[in-house]
């Protein structure tokens, strides 16, 4: 079992803000839209290096995404950003018709996702909004596990033609994964191999994975932790393979368990290979205010959590 | 072209509409009859596109150095197809499937089916005019001088994205486009002004910041052509343009007019044969 660790802690976002500044200097095509959260979005750098490459458009989040769809008709690869609730939910019809169905070459890259933005509650914690827009036919969703996987996502799906929806947050979390990673689309990432039970992870929930690898491995169980970053297209044989070999599995998300990842492992689990299976997701429930850590604590989604859930998915095998 | 030409091709697209409409008993024959010299003063005369040797016209969806046009009310989907196909962009015959199992012409228009000549699914109402904005910026950033069209429904100007677009525009000096509105004051259920009245909209365009002007007769080529003119005559001077075209639903068929009951529904064969008796021939039907 490969032992992670990290020297410091920073949020996802930023490795977005990153990535654009790349985007910058290496795509001319490339172009930023934003609805009035400029620095929250960790834009600042592109917007001083690129200005005649961003465009603001105010609080009017439905007007950027049909801006967005008219942009990619001429060659422009748009990146159009604000928080998950209002880049999914808020915008889902002009999604789905201008972009989706026309199979438009656009990014729309959103922050703030899940239970993690805290304080503001949950009018902006969405919880929704991977189920929603793995449900839209060619729509690519990526939820990477930390900023330097954040940073080659977002350079990765420049180099991508087709719709894409990249979800990130705002919590400082470890940096564990490779500086100079190559961001795979659709192509999950075993972070450890283990034996004993399959944990499918996506987005924050994987560093909470890493976690109770060690935790089990303590208790002399052998997790195998998978990063699912890219939960659409979904990689079917890597869930195949591993719970072919562990006979169990968990899935973990900071999003609903319906419609989540979780389910998407259960749909391979149901028609190809059943093996029983437990989720750690948000169980049908709003958010609520708090710091992101009382948060993840109250409603399940901590290392404590998974180890739980691993331990009944192993005895629901065994028994 | 010559008024009298593009008549001509006026008439043989409202046969088109009316025939679509009629093979598939479903589609919205009122606002394509209305939109008909619009979209034919832009197709066949205002319009700079590419064209091949043979006088098909080849697509591509960039549109590089090409005018484009957007249709935001997706439902009159037949006056485009029948403009689309009569200009070159794809076999008159293919008419003959809309909305029909299988077609490239669905009900609304897509870019899903590739067809050739459409750049953006739309039907869902009040997209269209944030697409032309993008479109628009997008030859800005190319240095393309083409100008980008936008059509919507006045019914349409009920969606709250409408107002999303219309502030942007000219907050942004967006001046290579032109937006239209169908002010046929009818929507589905009912005339606009009791529905829910846009009021004074010429107005309200105005005070957003768009250079407006009115076509008071929206369905006389001469008048349409003239004002086309004069709008892209406004373009390139930091103010995009907004044409407040009114017209009849149903024009050139004579039951079909003066009410919104033609907004979706097709004619029976005896309907049929009465909106043809008033529509020349002009170009040979499908």
């Known amino acids: 079992m490969k032992k992670y660790t990290f020297t410091e802690k920073k949020d996802t976002r930023s490795g977005f803000g990153a990535g654009m500044q790349i985007l910058g200097q290496t795509s001319p095509n490339v172009v930023a839209l934003c609805a009035d959260l400029v620095g929250s979005l960790k834009l600042d750098a592109f917007i001083k290096e690129n200005p005649e490459r961003f465009i603001q458009c105010g609080i009017a989040e439905a007007n950027m995404i049909g801006i967005s769809a008219g942009l990619t008709i001429g060659g422009k690869i748009p990146f159009a ?19 989706a169905y026309s199979n438009k070459n656009v990014k ?48 990765a799906i420049a180099d991508y033609e087709g719709p894409v929806y990249l979800r990130f947050g705002r919590p400082v979390i470890p940096v564990f994964t490779d500086a100079d990673q190559k961001f795979e689309i659709g192509k999950a990432w075993t972070v450890n191999e283990g034996t004993d039970v399959s944990i499918f992870a996506t987005g924050h929930l994987v560093w909470e994975a890493i976690q109770a690898g060690e935790i089990l491995a303590e208790k002399g169980i052998s997790a195998e932790i998978i990063n699912i970053h890219t939960i659409k297209p979904f990689d079917t044989e890597a869930v ?11 899935s973990a998300e900071e999003h609903q368990i319906n419609g989540g990842l979780g389910d998407s492992i ?3 689990l149901v028609q190809q290979y059943y093996v029983p299976m437990e989720y750690v997701g948000v169980n049908d429930s709003f958010g609520e205010s708090g710091t992101p850590t009382q948060l993840m604590e109250k409603y399940g989604l901590t290392a404590a959590d998974i180890v739980e859930k691993a331990l009944k998915a192993i005895r629901r095998k065994n028994s | 072209m010559q008024i009298t030409e593009l008549q001509n091709v006026a008439s043989q697209v409202r046969r088109d509409i009316v025939r679509q409409v009629h093979a598939c008993q479903s589609g919205h024959p009122g606002g394509s009859l209305g939109c008909t010299d619009l979209l034919v003063g832009l ?69 899903h ?21 993008g479109a628009a910026m997008a030859k800005k950033l190319n240095g393309d001088n083409g100008i980008v069209y936008c059509l919507m429904g006045d019914g349409e100007q009920q969606e709250g994205q409408v107002w999303e677009a219309a502030m942007f525009a000219p907050h942004n000096k967006i001046d290579n486009l032109i937006a239209i509105v ?90 049929l044969a009465a909106a043809l008796a008033q529509l020349p021939e002009t170009l040979g039907d499908y």
């Open chain 1, 81 to 99: 950003t604000t928080f998950a609730n209002f880049g999914s939910g808020r915008v889902y019809d002009q999604i789905r018709q201008s972009v």
């Open chain 1, 266 to 268: 259960a749909q391979v």
């Open chain 2, 113 to 133: 089916e590739h067809l050739d000549g459409i750049r953006i699914a739309s039907g869902s109402l009040g997209q269209g005019l944030s697409v032309a904005i």
């Open chain 1, 108 to 155: 729309i890259c959103v922050s703030h996702a899940g239970l993690t933005l805290g304080e503001d509650g949950a009018t902006h914690q969405i919880l929704e909004d991977l189920g929603m827009m793995k449900m839209l036919p060619g729509m690519t969703v990526i939820n990477p596990c930390d900023y330097n996987q954040t940073k080659a996502a977002t350079i």
């Open chain 2, 182 to 271: 169908d002010y046929n004051g009818q929507q589905i259920d009912g005339p606009t002004d009791k529905v829910l009245s846009n009021r004074d909209l010429a107005a309200k365009y105005e005070v957003f910041g768009w250079k407006v002007l009115n076509l008071a007769k929206g369905n006389d080529m001469e008048s349409v052509i003239e004002t086309l003119k004069e709008a892209r005559s406004l373009t390139g001077q930091g103010i995009p343009v907004m044409i407040m075209m009114v017209t009849e639903m149903g024009a050139g068929v004579d039951y079909m007019m003066g009410t919104h009951k033609w907004h979706g529904t097709a004619p029976n064969d005896e309907q």
């Open chain 2, 43 to 111: 197709y066949f005369d205002q319009m700079t596109q590419k064209t091949n040797a043979d006088g098909t016209k080849p697509f591509d969806m960039n549109g590089i150095g090409e005018d484009l046009f957007f249709l935001s009310n997706g439902h009159i989907s037949p006056v485009l197809y029948s403009v689309l196909a009569r200009s070159g962009y794809f076999p008159v015959a293919e008419l003959a499937t809309f909305r029909k199992l299988n077609s490239r012409l669905q009900g609304h228009p897509t870019t």
């Open chain 1, 240 to 250: 195949l393979t591993s719970i072919k070999k562990t006979g169990c599995a968990v």
